[in-house]
């Protein structure tokens, strides 16, 4: 385990050699004023509101704040998910003050992503979208927030893995920088060659086993989505089976945290504190363990036996699996 004096330089040199690169002639741009700044103004300050009686209102709130990134001339923003689910108003702000009303395009729940569509012409230059296969651990990058050039901060990959999230989500492929930025979500994340490769997701403790960052989904997560998302509001692929239950590690154990009120576990019986042991039978120690072998069981809709622990007693409790985008409370676009 490195120390923590070893990290605290590890992420140090990681901005320096960040500056760097966004320095160097072949880099987007020389100075601020050039190539880069310009793109930056694509990166957009999004809000949401959220009627009180959502589904998520509960845990992610009523008022959400975060960035997005303008991707198309017609105003097509893409954020991350969780700031525009069951959003009933949302509107984006460019860094100049330009404001405009904005639709709830689609949300994609395996990715995590989203789309918002500006209802005003924003004057802004769309930001070119590339690819995060090209950014291995060591890869000089630049995390932008909204608010400007100011809100851009250099930062490096320090991780390529997959991540297991306890709201029954799994990113294979996700991207890990340091050091954080103060303002992740839904924040641009800017390659070497100054395209869009991935949106801010969450601020964690163990981008690199101890060293503090944000975790990115990449953006190729959304090409072969978005014409679901923008003509149906979701993707047309038959939707994987959801529970309601979040699921902690814990020494080696899946511990139930929460159930989803009305949810699939809460009608089954599932409570919080239960030990989940098994899917069908089948063993599961890790979240992301779970997850595979809940999915490899079928579509939504699917009844899976959950094995628990609950106060020492071993049980089997049956949960028919449900379509997620029917438990929460979405616009028509959905």
Same mark, same amino acid.
């Given at each position: 385990?490195?120390?923590?004096?070893?990290?605290?330089?590890y992420?140090?040199?990681?901005?320096?050699?960040?500056?760097?690169? !966004?320095?160097?002639?072949?880099?987007?741009?020389?100075?601020?004023?050039?190539?880069?700044?310009?793109? &930056?103004? =694509?990166?957009?300050?999004?809000?949401?509101?959220?009627?009180?009686?959502?589904?998520?209102?509960?845990?992610? #709130?009523?008022?959400?704040? #975060?960035?997005?990134?303008?991707?198309?001339?017609? *105003?097509?923003?893409?954020?991350?998910?969780? &700031?525009?689910?069951?959003?009933?108003?949302?509107?984006?702000?460019?860094?100049?003050?330009?404001?405009?009303?904005?639709?709830?395009?689609?949300?994609?729940?395996?990715?995590?992503?989203?789309?918002?569509r500006?209802?005003?012409?924003?004057?802004?230059? %769309?930001?070119?979208? #590339?690819?995060?296969? =090209?950014?291995?651990?060591?890869?000089?990058?630049?995390?932008?927030?909204?608010?400007?050039?100011?809100?851009? &901060?250099?930062?490096?990959?320090?991780?390529?893995?997959? !991540?297991?999230?306890?709201?029954?989500?799994?990113?294979?492929?996700?991207? !890990?920088?340091?050091?954080? $930025?103060?303002?992740?979500?839904?924040?641009?994340?800017? #390659?070497?060659?100054?395209?869009?490769?991935?949106?801010?997701?969450?601020v964690?403790?163990?981008?690199?086993?101890?060293?503090?960052?944000?975790?990115?989904?990449p953006?190729?997560r959304?090409?072969?989505?978005?014409?679901? &998302?923008?003509?149906?509001?979701?993707?047309?692929a038959?939707?994987? %089976?959801w529970?309601?239950?979040?699921?902690?590690?814990?020494?080696?154990?899946?511990?139930?945290?929460?159930?989803?009120?009305?949810?699939?576990?809460?009608?089954?019986?599932?409570? $919080?504190?239960d030990?989940?042991?098994?899917?069908?039978?089948?063993?599961? $120690?890790?979240?992301?363990? !779970?997850?595979?072998?809940?999915?490899?069981?079928?579509?939504?809709?699917?009844?899976?036996?959950?094995?628990?622990?609950?106060? *020492?007693?071993?049980?089997?409790?049956?949960?028919?699996?449900?379509?997620?985008?029917?438990?929460?409370?979405?616009?028509?676009?959905?």
């Amino acid at each position: 385990m490195p120390s923590r004096k070893n990290v605290v330089l590890y992420a140090s040199r990681a901005v320096v050699a960040a500056v760097l690169l !966004f320095s160097a002639p072949s880099a987007v741009a020389a100075e601020p004023e050039g190539e880069l700044a310009q793109r &930056l103004e =694509a990166v957009v300050r999004v809000h949401a509101e959220i009627p009180a009686d959502a589904r998520t209102a509960a845990y992610l #709130g009523t008022q959400r704040d #975060g960035a997005g990134v303008v991707i198309d001339d017609a *105003g097509l923003v893409v954020t991350i998910g969780y &700031l525009i689910t069951e959003a009933m108003a949302a509107e984006v702000a460019t860094g100049s003050g330009r404001m405009s009303r904005a639709d709830v395009v689609g949300f994609d729940i395996s990715s995590g992503l989203g789309l918002l569509r500006a209802a005003e012409p924003l004057a802004v230059k %769309p930001m070119p979208i #590339g690819t995060a296969t =090209a950014l291995p651990e060591k890869t000089p990058v630049v995390v932008a927030g909204s608010g400007g050039p100011e809100a851009a &901060l250099p930062a490096v990959v320090v991780s390529r893995r997959s !991540f297991a999230g306890y709201w029954e989500y799994l990113l294979e492929d996700a991207i !890990f920088t340091a050091p954080p $930025h103060p303002a992740w979500s839904g924040a641009a994340l800017l #390659g070497p060659d100054g395209r869009l490769a991935g949106i801010g997701s969450l601020v964690v403790s163990d981008a690199d086993p101890d060293l503090p960052g944000n975790m990115f989904v990449p953006i190729d997560r959304l090409l072969p989505v978005m014409g679901d &998302l923008l003509t149906l509001g979701r993707p047309s692929a038959p939707p994987r %089976p959801w529970l309601g239950i979040n699921l902690r590690e814990l020494d080696g154990k899946l511990v139930v945290g929460r159930v989803a009120p009305d949810g699939p576990s809460d009608k089954a019986g599932v409570r $919080h504190g239960d030990r989940v042991t098994a899917i069908d039978g089948a063993p599961v $120690h890790e979240l992301a363990d !779970f997850y595979r072998t809940l999915w490899r069981r079928g579509d939504a809709g699917v009844t899976v036996r959950l094995g628990v622990i609950r106060q *020492g007693e071993e049980r089997e409790i049956e949960v028919k699996s449900i379509d997620r985008y029917r438990y929460f409370k979405l616009g028509t676009t959905y």
